[in-house]
């Protein structure tokens, strides 16, 4: 990314490399944006990070970038502004302060982070279970016995879910949670250990059809 300066501003930020002109009306082809020593002459200068983009978009109700000319270092630097959302359930509220009520009169709640993943949690859950939901299904249905690869594998899902919302409900702070989401990685970028939400266990070899 690129911005132009006039007058010590950021006029426009450039996304994608464009055609440009000079003040005589000289058309630049895109190709130009990979001479960044070039593109000075237009006073236009590289986009440089501050700090990381937030990756969880879920965990915040407001995420946003904003820009600044560091004319000492002739770069533009961008930074990621990013509102985190409670990690418990609170009261919504209007822009006076007040409680906001639905049609019914009681009180609307903002879902905080720590009930969102646990939601989340249940969800992946339901699913995996719903997969072998058929030999259940015959059990009452028939009296036939349930696999026991079948039985071992829906209480394991069940046993990582409870593990997962235990360790939700421990974490204390917002840094917390982000290392619940986060693989354990080696020197490398190679992943050692993943993250502690979502990891449940893959279905068995022997599982019947």
Same mark, same amino acid.
């Given at each position: 990314?690129?911005?132009?300066?006039?007058?010590?501003?950021?006029?426009?930020?450039?996304?994608?490399?464009?055609?440009?002109?000079?003040?005589?009306?000289?058309?630049?082809?895109?190709?130009?944006?990979?001479?960044?020593?070039?593109? %000075?002459?237009?006073?236009?200068? $590289?986009?440089? !990070?501050?700090?990381?983009?937030?990756?969880?978009?879920e965990l915040y109700t407001s995420t946003s970038e904003s820009y600044t000319w560091n004319?000492?270092?002739?770069?533009i630097e961008r930074t990621y502004n990013a509102v985190a959302k409670s990690l418990d359930?609170?009261?919504?509220? !209007?822009?006076?302060?007040?409680?906001?009520?639905?049609?019914?009169?009681?009180?609307?709640?903002?879902?905080?982070?720590?009930?969102?993943?646990?939601?989340?949690?249940?969800?992946?859950? $339901? $699913?995996?279970?719903?997969?072998?939901?058929?030999?259940?299904?015959?059990?009452?249905?028939?009296?036939?016995?349930?696999?026991?690869?079948?039985?071992?594998?829906?209480?394991?899902?069940?046993?990582?879910?409870?593990?997962?919302?235990?360790?939700?409900?421990?974490?204390?702070?917002?840094?917390?949670?982000? $290392?619940?989401?986060?693989?354990?990685?080696?020197?490398?970028?190679?992943?050692?250990?993943?993250?502690?939400?979502?990891?449940?266990?893959? %279905?068995? !070899?022997?599982?019947?059809?």
């Amino acid at each position: 990314m690129w911005g132009k300066i006039e007058n010590k501003k950021i006029t426009k930020i450039y996304r994608y490399p464009e055609i440009i002109k000079d003040a005589n009306g000289t058309q630049y082809p895109k190709s130009i944006f990979q001479n960044n020593k070039r593109l %000075e002459d237009f006073y236009i200068y $590289s986009v440089i !990070d501050k700090n990381t983009k937030p990756i969880f978009n879920e965990l915040y109700t407001s995420t946003s970038e904003s820009y600044t000319w560091n004319e000492k270092d002739k770069k533009i630097e961008r930074t990621y502004n990013a509102v985190a959302k409670s990690l418990d359930d609170t009261n919504a509220k !209007d822009e006076d302060g007040k409680d906001v009520k639905d049609m019914f009169g009681k009180q609307v709640i903002n879902i905080g982070i720590k009930n969102l993943l646990k939601n989340k949690v249940r969800e992946i859950q $339901s $699913s995996l279970l719903a997969n072998t939901d058929k030999w259940i299904i015959r059990k009452a249905d028939t009296d036939d016995a349930v696999p026991s690869t079948v039985s071992s594998y829906r209480k394991d899902i069940r046993d990582s879910a409870t593990t997962m919302e235990t360790a939700i409900t421990n974490a204390k702070t917002f840094d917390a949670i982000i $290392s619940l989401l986060t693989p354990e990685t080696n020197k490398d970028g190679t992943i050692k250990a993943p993250a502690t939400l979502y990891n449940f266990p893959k %279905e068995p !070899d022997g599982m019947p059809s």
